[in-house]
Nanobody, 124 residues
């Protein structure tokens, strides 16, 4: 059974940084792409970033490009999201997700396992 556990969220001032982690278990982590999504209150869950099975390909939403970096450590079964220059509009619950394939997607439907989420709050 696949489990994804996010950590690293919290309260930070605008312009600050946070690093989210997502520890995976239950199937061979290195075979699957991983993604990060977020959901603000009253809004739909939206794509943030994804990374291929080997870390060789990454892709970002325009809203975070140049500020966020997704990475993975297959030896530790962990994916990370480094978030810099945070803005109040980055506030939300951040979810990691495991794709059903080697290459990620910005579409939620292509991810078959999800974590419980971690809250990120950016104050102005």
């Amino acid at each position: 059974q696949v489990q994804l556990v996010e950590s690293g969220g919290g309260l930070v001032q605008a312009g600050g940084s946070l690093r989210l982690s997502c520890a995976a278990s239950g199937r061979t982590f290195s075979l699957y792409a991983m993604g990060w999504f977020r959901q603000a209150p009253g809004k739909e869950r939206e794509f943030v970033a994804h990374i291929s099975w080997d870390g060789g390909r990454t892709y970002y939403a325009d809203s975070v490009k140049g500020r966020f970096t997704i990475s993975r450590d297959n030896a530790k079964n962990t994916v990370y999201l480094q978030m810099n220059s945070l803005k109040p509009e980055d506030t939300g619950v951040y979810y990691c997700a495991q794709s059903e394939s080697q290459y990620g997607s910005s579409s939620r439907i292509l991810y078959d396992h999800w974590g419980q989420g971690t809250q990120v709050t950016v104050s102005s």
